[in-house]
């Protein structure tokens, strides 16, 4: 999923490992795809990396690349669990964020 509040771009990747090598889940898609238009609805750039054919790890290490300064995983064992993974650029590790909390942690990490 790429407004401009503050410049910064939350990344939302459908798809958890092994990703590229099944489809995503229709759950994933559409959560992503519903994810996507509220960020964008709310003014933020967002980068939707939707491609089907890449593993997770080089959606990851193209975040990297790219300088996205905020990624969402939005994959089918986070789901299952009722979370989505958040990573900053700057942070040391990932956390767990409730799906129907996701929106107001966002807009909480982008200063909004």
Do not use: C, W
Request: charged share 35%; no cysteine; glycine share 14%.
């Amino acid at each position: 999923m790429t407004g401009a509040l503050s410049g910064r771009r939350p990344s939302p990747l459908p798809g958890g490992p092994g990703a590229g090598e099944h489809q995503e889940e229709p759950r994933e898609r559409e959560l992503a795809e519903q994810l996507y238009r509220e960020l964008s609805d709310a003014g933020v750039e967002v980068l939707f990396d939707d491609r089907e054919k890449e593993r997770l790890g080089v959606k990851l290490a193209d975040t990297e690349l790219l300088g996205i300064p905020h990624r969402v995983v939005i994959a089918e064992r986070g789901m299952d669990n009722g979370t989505l993974e958040y990573k900053g650029r700057a942070d040391d590790g990932n956390t767990d964020v409730p799906v129907d909390g996701i929106m107001a942690f966002l807009k909480e990490k982008l200063g909004g």
